[in-house]
Antibody
Framework: QVQLQESGPGLVKPSETLSLTCTVSGTSINSYYWSWIRQPPGKGLEWIGY???????IYNPSLKSRVTISVETSRKQFSLKVSSVTAADTAIYFC????????????WGQGTMVTVSS | QSALTQPASVSGSPGQSITISCSGT?????????VSWYRQHPGKAPKLMIYDVNNRPSGISDRFSGSKSGNTAALTISGLQAEDEADYYCSSYTTSRTVVFGGGTKLTVL
């Protein structure tokens, strides 16, 4: 059974860097694309970006200047960093899998809530 | 990139059919057959219901179907059931190799 599990601090101070990790189990991390998606409280989904297991990335243009996604295949993990956070970055952050570019997100993590507050 | 446009809410009675629209542009929905639909119950992660416009993943009921015409996609749910009450999101691949979601539609089963 393929499972994704997000982990990281639930509270981040304004202007600091938000860091999350997604751990993959039940499948190889190779040959797939891995993505981060977020959802502010009471609002819709926003795609953040994705990474191929080889390390190539594509980001949402609106977040590109502040976002970095990386992968560590040996640990079967991929990570998200969002710099210079503000209250607008408060959201549930989901990690998800795509089989190929253009494909749908077929497996999702349960999500982790991150609050930006001093 | 702008979000795809969905109605904020739709409703229907048990047993009826409803359709949720998802409007985009020639740079997303109109460019490829890479439209997908997700169902999200409160407090849960989204679940894939339709991919590549009109394909259902294994285990998804055939009450769910998708279609596309030009820059607009649609999700139809037939034989509405109480468990269908949820938020529904469309998404599309874009010509910039990015992904865009719709704003979401709240489905109420009366």
């Amino acid at each position: 059974q393929v499972q994704l599990q997000e982990s990281g601090p639930g509270l981040v101070k304004p202007s600091e860097t938000l860091s999350l990790t997604c751990t993959v189990s039940g499948t190889s991390i190779n040959s797939y694309y891995w993505s981060w998606i977020r959802q502010p409280p009471g609002k819709g989904l926003e795609w953040i970006g994705y990474i191929y297991y080889s390390g190539s990335t594509i980001y949402n243009p609106s977040l590109k200047s502040r976002v970095t996604i990386s992968v560590e295949t040996s640990r079967k993990q991929f990570s998200l960093k969002v710099s210079s956070v503000t209250a607008a970055d408060t959201a549930i952050y989901f990690c998800a899998r795509l089989l190929r570019l253009g494909d749908a997100f077929d497996i999702w993590g349960q999500g982790t809530m991150v609050t930006v507050s001093s | 990139q702008s979000a795809l446009t969905q109605p904020a809410s739709v409703s229907g009675s048990p047993g009826q059919s409803i359709t949720i629209s998802c409007s985009g542009t020639t740079s997303d929905i109109g460019a490829y057959n890479y439209v997908s639909w997700y169902r999200q119950h409160p407090g849960k992660a989204p679940k894939l219901m339709i991919y590549d416009v009109n394909n259902r993943p294994s285990g998804i009921s055939d009450r769910f179907s998708g279609s596309k015409s030009g820059n607009t996609a649609a999700l139809t749910i037939s034989g509405l059931q109480a468990e269908d009450e949820a938020d529904y999101y469309c998404s599309s691949y874009t010509t910039s190799r990015t992904v865009v979601f719709g704003g979401g539609t709240k489905l109420t089963v009366l």
